[in-house]
C-alpha cells in the first residue's frame, strides 16, 4: 500500500510583519502618563453622557451604562497596575544587599 501526497495543496509564505513597538522603544513613564490620560477621558466621557441622559437630551441608557463600565473596568485596570508597582517597590525594599 503506498500513501499518496496530497495534491493541489499550495504552501502559502506569510509576509513577516514587525511591530511598530518593535523598532521604538517607549518610555515607562510616558506610557504610564498615557494611560492615565486615556482612563481620565473615559471617566469624563461617562460623566458627560450620565449628566446629558439625566437631563434629558436623549442619551440612551445602554449607551450611559456601556461607557460606565468601559470607565470603571479601565480605573480597576490602572488600580492594578498601580497595585503592582508598589509591591514591586516594596519588593526591592526588602532585598537585602
Known amino acids: 500500500m503506498t500513501i499518496e501526497p496530497i495534491s493541489g495543496a499550495n504552501v502559502v509564505a ?3 510583519h514587525t511591530s511598530p513597538q518593535a523598532t521604538q522603544p517607549t518610555d ?3 506610557m504610564l ?5 486615556k482612563v481620565d477621558s473615559g471617566l469624563q466621557v461617562a460623566d458627560q453622557q450620565l449628566r446629558a441622559m439625566a437631563a434629558g437630551k436623549g442619551v440612551e441608557v445602554q449607551d450611559v451604562m456601556i461607557s460606565m463600565e468601559k470607565a470603571r473596568m479601565n ?4 488600580v ?10 516594596q519588593e526591592l525594599m526588602r532585598m537585602q544587599l
Open 14 to 16: 506569510l509576509p513577516n
Open 80 to 89: 492594578e497596575v498601580r497595585n503592582r508597582a508598589v509591591d514591586a517597590y
Open 28 to 30: 515607562f513613564g510616558q
Open 33 to 37: 502618563s498615557d494611560g492615565i490620560s
Open 75 to 78: 480605573l480597576m485596570f490602572m
